[in-house]
């Protein structure tokens, strides 16, 4: 599964920039069945950060993959090995 998100600020927010290396992120994905909840810890040391696009892979090798980049204001994920129910919608998945 691969998930391509452009997140935006609200007005008056109190920050224009997020820190998932310092900060840690969480990402849910719901689909039939239980929601797939992936959380990484901050300061993970598998963060790898370039310029503005940190990096973050999981320990096995294809499991999961984190790109965010802040300039762009994107989040990228890659996953496999997830399992979700069958659908009682045509492929309805959610991601928060």
């Not at 998930?3 to 969480?26: E, N």
């Not at 999961?64 to 998945?93: E, M, P, Y």
């Amino acid at each position: 599964m691969s998930l391509r998100l452009k997140y935006a600020f609200q007005t008056g927010a109190s920050t224009a920039v997020i820190d998932p290396v310092a900060d840690g992120i969480a990402i849910r994905i719901a689909g039939a069945g239980p929601d797939q909840v992936s959380v990484i810890a901050p300061g993970d040391p598998a963060w790898v950060v370039t310029g503005s696009v940190a990096t973050w892979q999981s320990p096995t090798p294809g499991v999961l993959r984190v790109v965010v980049n802040t300039a762009k204001r994107t989040i990228r994920l890659d996953a496999t090995g997830l399992t979700f129910d069958a659908s009682q919608a045509h492929n309805t998945v959610r991601a928060a």
